[in-house]
């Protein structure tokens, strides 16, 4: 089993990635812990306790930071709903915040590690980026970071930046520039990672009280991230989950395609911050940073979410 700390902001897509994460046989979840994003760091905290208590999982989950390294806290609210959950009620938790932050138990859960644990971030980076700040001496402790987040071409929060990046653009950028192994699942890749009209006629067909919920978030994000003529299928008629990319690659790295490029953040363009520079072309004489995912067989990916279920 591959030993993950889970960082994740759900969010409705970050739901379908802790299901498969917590799920799946060949991952260890040590820690969860939430980051501001997709809704307020209250909200975030409230969903994932709920959830994992609701799929019967007992997992320490353990609340980051209310807000980015500089900026204000955006939240979207607009594709993820006023909950953050699409609307739809799950019980009360029955599991218990963990009494310290996001940081002393990353810290903890690193240092007690037999082997290097695997960090999945599927939110803004602002916890992840902190960790790496305050304890570079526990780099030794991580294996490799999965991030769902930004795009070697092309944004979904502004033309030239993916939501993720564009909350706490200055913490994406100490991930880059860590050192570390970095896989980046942007839109590049996500995009392709859907769900079809018949995937979800066939979640819905499974009829468990689980993928009525699923189902019921799903009905929500349909539709609710916009359009535009440069994506192929467009949002309307399929379902992205973004988030979920970022666990799969750990599952089953032969599921996807990419390569080493460097990677680095655009903290400062006035109409470009958020962006991740991908140098796609390789003319930035750069050695690569970063591992950029740019494929997906998605097929055997949805197969994959399905097996959990
Ligand atoms: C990312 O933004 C969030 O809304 C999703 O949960 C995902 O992590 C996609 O851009
Ligand atoms: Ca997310």
């Known amino acids: 089993k591959t030993p993950v700390i889970i960082d994740c902001d759900p969010g409705i897509d970050d739901v379908m990635m802790l299901l498969l994460g917590l799920r799946h046989d060949d991952i260890d979840v040590k820690l969860i812990t939430t980051s501001a994003g997709n809704q307020t760091q209250e909200k975030v905290m409230t969903n994932a306790l709920r959830f994992a208590s609701y799929i019967g999982e007992d997992v320490e989950i353990a609340r980051g930071a209310d807000k980015p390294f500089i900026r204000d806290l955006m939240i979207a609210d607009d594709v993820h709903g006023e909950s953050g959950l699409g609307g739809v009620e799950l019980p009360e938790a029955t599991i218990k915040e963990s009494d310290r932050t996001a940081i002393q138990a990353m810290v903890d859960v690193l240092q007690r590690a037999e082997e290097p644990v695997t960090l999945v971030a599927t939110g803004p980076m602002t916890n992840v980026g902190a960790l790496l700040l305050a304890h570079p001496e526990l780099k030794a402790k991580i294996k490799q970071i999965s991030i769902m987040g930004g795009a070697a071409r092309g944004g979904n929060v502004t033309p030239h930046a993916e939501f993720n990046m564009y909350v706490d653009p200055e913490a994406a950028e100490v991930v880059m520039q860590s050192g570390l192994p970095i896989i980046m699942s942007g839109l590049d890749v996500t995009h392709k990672a859907y769900l079809n009209q018949s995937d979800v006629d066939a979640l819905k067909e499974v009829g468990t009280p689980l993928t009525d919920k699923l189902h019921g978030m799903l009905a929500h994000y349909m539709g609710a991230q916009g359009d535009s003529p440069f994506l192929e299928p467009y949002y309307s008629d399929v379902l992205r989950l973004h988030d ?11 599921l996807f395609h990419g390569d080493d490029y460097y990677v680095t953040m655009e903290t ?38 399905f097996s959990v279920l």
């Open 268 to 305: 400062s363009g006035s109409k470009t911050a958020g962006a991740t520079v991908v140098d796609h072309m390789r003319n930035m004489n750069h050695e690569p940073n970063v591992h950029v995912l740019y494929g997906v067989e998605r097929e055997r990916f949805v197969n994959l979410f």
């Open 244 to 254: 979920l990319c970022a666990i799969a690659y750990i599952i089953d790295p032969t």
